[in-house]
């Protein structure tokens, strides 16, 4: 046995969500989120006061995936990168069923931010994104033990990826991320000059 070897790791998933016909599939999902955004009042209300510069459905349409058979083949396309990420994690699901409960509209035009938070309640989250333009914002995350850092200092600059408080994954068109929903996470300001767009989800087994 190796004199140190590491524990407790936390796993986060990114892939293309398909090999073939991904331009089209994201033009027609494009198309529907900005025909929500304009549609959903209540949202942009929310969105207002919540989301300052940038649209949201997760207050007002937060099952997107179950109005639209555009979004649920997404949900579909989806499924199975969830079902893969779902093995590696090694959940017992016997008699079990890992489904989307959630999916909602993510717009981000110049200087939006999406702060700091997680997902309550939800056992697998994540999004796909749907138009990343040139220098969007990362998502980032963040090391799940930091608050139990009592006394450590700080790393070196060099220090390698798995010891880092923080690591950015690009947003990406076309590319899905999945996440175990404990996992604190954010989206800095937008500084790209078009929009950034996403479509988030939860996954449950309960």
């Not at 025909?35 to 929310?46: A, F, N």
């Not at 006061?49 to 997107?64: L, M």
């Not at 033990?145 to 070196?156: E, G, V, W």
Request: charged share 20%; hydrophobic share 35%.
């Amino acid at each position: 046995m190796t004199a140190i070897r590491a524990w407790f790791p936390t796993y986060i998933y990114y892939k293309k969500l398909q090999t073939t016909q991904l331009a089209a599939f994201n033009r027609e999902l494009l198309k529907e989120c900005y025909q929500v955004r304009d549609y959903d009042v209540e949202g942009q209300k929310w969105s207002r006061k919540n989301y300052p510069g940038g649209y949201t459905s997760y207050q007002s349409i937060p099952n997107i995936q179950r109005m639209s058979s555009t979004f649920g083949e997404l949900q579909a396309r989806i499924n199975r990168h969830v079902k893969a990420y779902a093995r590696h994690l090694q959940y017992d699901l016997t008699g079990r069923e890992l489904a989307m409960t959630d999916c909602w509209i993510n717009i981000m035009p110049r200087s939006a931010v999406h702060g700091l938070h997680l997902h309550p309640l939800s056992t697998i989250s994540g999004t796909y994104y749907a138009a990343t333009p040139k220098g969007c914002s990362t998502l980032r995350f963040e090391d799940p033990r930091l608050s139990k850092f009592m006394a450590a200092p700080p790393r070196i600059a060099e220090a390698r990826d798995e010891n880092k408080s923080h690591v950015h994954y690009k947003a990406e068109a076309g590319h899905v991320v999945l996440f175990e929903s404990w996992l604190r996470h954010e989206v800095a300001s937008n500084q790209s000059k078009t929009d950034r767009v996403s479509i988030s989800f939860n996954y449950n087994w309960f």
